[in-house]
């Protein structure tokens, strides 16, 4: 139940904000998961839990990596064919450069993936007020990763160029089966999007320096976890 609910908030971030009972959120998850798996719709697990080796590759892919506070955010919503797809433009304020170099104080984060539309009635455009029947209008195959952008909020991103431009994305963006690049910065750890720490990395997550510190020590030291504790 706990994998199912993962991929649900994945495919549908707004269901964090739900606050109801333990069993009322089972059922609405085993609802939603039976009607997309009748509707063709696949809800792959989430990646295996990220540890320190894929930490430390993650670091080395990277051009940036930076912490900093989430500035203005910006959606808009395009159609290619019959896929709606979604840009989000989110400037980063660097309080923190860890690698890679930037021009002036700040990064912008540019994502662009397809998203889902909720199910309308097939005779919405009709007229009379008999209901019609229910279309859900989804995309088959699996969902692609992206991150959470909110005015104030803090992250820890680790970054690609999108090619000559100015703009960058976390890596793991618009992937079905990589690690999201992006860690939120909470007042009780780091929070990752879409997956679990492994346990070797879980340890770091306590604490906002514990866990800068480890990607410190990783991308400087290329062995593994640096010096112990």
Known sequence: ??????????????????????????????????????????????????????????????????????????HTESVVGEETRKTVLASLEVEKLIKGEIEGGSILIKETYPILKPPLPAGAAKAGNRPGKMIVGMRAGPSSYHGEYSPGSRIVVLLEKLGASDEYRPLGSGSHDKHLAEFLIEADGIKALHFKFAADVNKYTESEDRFLDLIVRLKDSGSGEGNNE
């Open 1 to 74: 139940m706990q994998k199912y609910l993962s991929c649900v908030l994945r495919v549908f971030p707004g269901a964090r904000k739900i606050k109801a009972k333990p069993a009322l959120t089972a059922l609405f998850v085993c609802t939603l998961f039976l009607s997309l798996a009748h509707k063709g719709y696949t809800m792959q697990p989430p990646p295996p839990p990220l540890n320190i080796e894929q930490l430390k590759e993650l670091i080395s892919l990277a051009d940036v990596v930076a912490v900093g506070r989430i500035g203005e955010v910006e």
